[in-house]
């Protein structure tokens, strides 16, 4: 099973970035797809999941509004376009996996996790 994270970088304060994360080794239209982010010094947040149809979406607080998750079953890739950037969202950014019906926003529901990229967003 693997999670590759990528699209990750240096940003400044309302520039846009795009986030992939492609998966293989699991049967990835079964699973509903997570977000989540660790700043420096914080504890792992959830950010935005997407269930495995796409037909549902849910994003934390912080982001709803600027961030919008997405994926392409044919092409087993999980989307996080973040749009209006603030330094606050600065953090090594996670796509995860869960085959169950657990909370979506909570650490432990995902079985797999990729191995994250940074995001850095300058004032």
């Known amino acids: 099973v693997q999670l590759q994270a990528s699209g990750g970088g240096l940003a400044q304060a309302g520039d846009s970035l795009r986030l992939s994360c492609a998966a293989s080794?699991?049967?990835?239209?079964?699973?509903?797809m997570g977000w989540f982010r660790r700043a420096p010094g914080k504890e792992r947040e959830f950010v935005a999941a997407?269930?495995?149809?796409?037909?549902?979406?849910h994003y934390s607080d912080p982001v709803k509004g600027r961030f919008a998750i997405s994926r392409d079953n044919a092409k087993n890739t999980v989307y996080l376009q973040m749009n209006s950037l603030k330094p606050e969202d600065t953090a090594v950014y996670y796509c995860?996996?869960?085959?169950?019906?657990?909370?979506?926003?909570?650490?432990?529901?995902?079985?797999?996790w990729g191995q994250g990229t940074l995001v850095t967003v300058s004032s």
């Open positions: 997407i269930s495995w149809s796409g037909s549902n979406t």
């Open positions: 080794g699991f049967t990835f239209i079964n699973y509903d």
């Open positions: 995860a996996a869960k085959y169950n019906r657990r909370s979506y926003a909570t650490v432990s529901s995902y079985e797999y």
